[in-house]
């Protein structure tokens, strides 16, 4: 689905990326874990080009998104018109639920496909009222962000990006800003979705979700994929490389 090549990353002369290869699987949860500061973030904002790499490449289903590095130079960067369109078929959830204070929630997830999707309002709606049954919000459409909890908030972030019917879902640390009361609403709807065949790259600190969700647990440390692995063989056992180890010890 996804196909990370060799991918590079410099924010001036600081490398934050270094020359990361990796697949995502149709169907696959991949949990990218790691340090505060490895490249987690970076990694996931390349994947959709709200980043652009310097090295490597990102197919998504085969087409590249953003440039060949292979001489050619950053302005054969695809239109704008084609990324927006690559951008729709990748739903993107962030540690900051970034919804609308003015609109409600079911305006919340509607906005997109009315203004991005070209929808009338009233097929929007029904799309949009679709997208928070399967968060389990119906019964909260009409509520502005102000008054809906944290979870709430981010489960209608992840109807809105639900709503476009992306075939990959790339999350944030959805569950850093939330108190810790609301962390398990938001992972169980993360685990209805992998559950429905839903493709998904989580960066995470949540360990549970990664051992008992992921098919496969990335680690990234300065930059570097340090492995890629079923979680079995990071959580079940102790893990072979140091830098993992370290890591992982902090959490127990
Ligand atoms: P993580 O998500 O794993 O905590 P990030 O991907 O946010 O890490 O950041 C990786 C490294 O790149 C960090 O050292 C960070 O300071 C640096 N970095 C991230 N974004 C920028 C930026 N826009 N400008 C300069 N440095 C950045
Ligand atoms: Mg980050």
Redesign the pocket.
């Known amino acids: 689905m996804i196909q990370v090549r060799n991918m590079s990353k410099y ?1 001036d002369e ?1 490398e ?1 990326l270094r020359d990361v290869t990796l697949d995502v699987h149709r169907s696959e949860v991949l949990c990218l874990i ?1 340090p ?7 990694l996931l904002r390349c994947l959709n080009f709200l980043e652009a790499y310097d090295g490597g490449e990102v197919l998504l289903e085969g087409e590249l998104i953003g440039w060949k590095s292979a001489g050619a130079s950053p302005r054969k960067a695809l239109s704008g018109e084609a990324l927006r369109r690559q951008r729709q078929h990748i739903g993107m959830v962030f540690q900051q639920f970034n919804l609308w204070p003015h609109l409600t929630a079911l305006e919340n997830v509607a906005e997109a496909l009315i203004h991005v999707k070209g929808l009338g309002k009233k097929q929007a709606h029904e799309k949009a009222r679709a997208a928070l049954a399967k968060v389990n919000l119906s019964d909260k459409e009409k509520n502005y962000p102000a008054n809906l909890s944290g979870g709430q908030q981010q489960r209608v972030a992840i109807a809105r990006a639900i709503a476009m019917e992306p075939s990959v879902m790339l999350f944030d640390e959805p569950t850093s800003a939330l108190d810790p009361e609301l962390v398990g609403e938001v992972l169980s709807v993360m685990k209805e979705m992998a559950n429905e065949g839903m493709t998904m790259v989580v ?1 995470t600190h949540e360990m549970g979700f990664a051992a008992h969700v992921a098919d496969r647990v990335a680690f ?1 440390d300065s930059g570097r994929l340090v492995t890629c692995v079923p979680p079995a063989e990071i959580f079940g056992q102790v893990p072979e490389d140091p830098r993992v180890r370290a890591f992982l010890q902090t959490y127990r």
């Open positions: 924010f600081f934050a790691g505060s500061g490895s490249g987690k973030s970076t960066v990234l």
